[in-house]
């Protein structure tokens, strides 16, 4: 009994290696017949694609931030101490009103002290210079003092009314910037904020007695004491890469929805597109700003915003997936399966627009062919897909 044993084990693994080649050939032969009724698709195991008639359309999708169109920082023309603050965040100002009250500094009191007392000097002076030019006037009338003296006198008249009108316009200059040049009022009680623009106040960044400085100098320096915005007219700031802006245009429409309000659908329109790009991070980026059509008070500043642009749509053309495409010395290009060769043929192509998925082909390829979506001379490299595709990268920057 052992002995039949010994001789039916090692029968049994012959016959078990027998099956198993000729299952391998049956296999290898109903991949051989596929092959011959579906092309190459069954040999590529879903790296190839075909051309297709279907829609196509440009979508893209980008974030943004929900800011006012018009807003404005109040700074102090003088440097000092907050004296009183008359609105908080949220109320809604008028052009002109008071916002704030500032105690100015030694110096800076010390100048309008100088100003005041300039310009009741000039108005003095020229009251005086008058009152002598009308009685020398009379006097060369009647023939008492000369042509030469009269013109003297009325030198001094012309300069004292110069030197008046000069320190007035300095005094005005003083009002329209909140200062109260009334020759009555002390120097240390000379200075009131006033809104430069209707709207409503979004950020308060001060206290009462807080110290602030001057922001006569420029714009960049001083104390920012508050902003304020008009809230009825709202935009989005968003940045696009530089890939993406030839699908952008003035005018564009664009869908928006916001986090808080996961249900609603706002509108805009693309009113400014940056004509020069910016660096961010090594990304050159093109700022382009979208007026909110349909704003209301749900949306506040700082709100991120969802945003797709619609792009470019055409209807029945003829289409192949975005990986067929390649782009080599300046020309596109796809590898077809014709049928001549076994390995796929490269021919020039000339395409139009494109989306995440697929690629408008105007010319170079018919319907139902089948092109591969893989580059073939990559293919036969030991590299991995992402090295695969970062030579595939390098080489179009230096194809162009």
């Known amino acids: ?216 100098v420029s714009y960049t320096s001083g104390s920012t004491l508050m902003t304020i915005a008009d809230l009825s007219k709202m935009q989005i700031r968003a940045g696009i890469n530089e890939v993406d802006i030839g699908k952008v245009r003035f005018g564009q429409d664009v869908s928006i929805d916001v986090d808080a309000y996961p249900n609603v659908t706002f509108s805009g329109i693309i009113t400014h597109i940056a004509p020069a790009a910016r660096d961010q991070q090594g990304v050159k980026i093109f700022d382009v700003e979208i007026d909110i059509i349909d704003s209301d008070e749900r949306l506040r500043p700082g709100m991120t915003a969802n945003i797709e642009i619609q792009g470019d749509h055409r209807e029945g053309v003829l289409t192949v997936p975005v990986e067929a495409v390649f782009k080599k010395a300046g020309r596109y290009v796809a590898y077809v399966f014709d049928g001549s060769e076994e390995e796929p043929v490269e021919r020039e192509i000339t395409v139009g627009i494109s989306n995440i998925s697929s690629t408008e082909i105007i010319d170079g390829l018919t319907e139902g062919e089948t092109v591969t979506l893989y580059d073939p001379e990559l293919e036969d490299t030991d590299m991995s897909e992402d090295e695969e595709r970062r030579a595939r990268m390098a080489r179009r920057g230096r194809n162009g």
């Open 1 to 216: 009994m052992k002995k039949h044993l010994k001789w039916v084990v090692p029968a049994v693994v012959v016959a078990v290696v027998l099956v198993i080649m000729f299952g391998g050939s049956m296999w290898s032969g109903g991949a051989s017949t596929d092959e011959s009724q579906n092309g190459p698709v069954g040999i590529l195991g879903g790296r190839s694609g075909t051309c297709e008639i279907g829609d196509i359309s440009v979508l893209l999708t980008e974030v943004g931030v929900i800011q006012p169109e018009t807003m404005v920082q109040v700074k102090s023309k003088v440097s000092g101490k907050i004296r009183s603050l008359n609105v908080k965040e949220g109320d809604t100002v008028l052009k002109g009103q008071r916002l704030a009250k500032v105690e100015p500094d030694m110096a800076q009191a010390r100048s309008f002290a100088t100003l005041k007392s300039g310009y009741g000097r000039a108005r003095v002076s020229m009251d005086r210079a008058r009152q002598d030019y009308e009685r020398d006037l009379e006097l060369h009338e009647a023939g008492h003092i000369s042509d030469q003296e009269l013109q003297l006198s009325k030198d001094d008249y012309d300069i004292a009314k110069i030197e008046y009108h000069s320190a007035l316009e300095q005094m005005k200059l003083a009002e329209e910037d909140g200062v109260t040049m009334d020759l009555e009022v002390e120097a240390s009680e000379l200075l009131e904020i006033l809104s430069p623009a209707s709207g409503s106040v979004i950020l308060v960044e001060i206290e009462e007695g807080e110290i602030v400085t001057s922001g006569a």
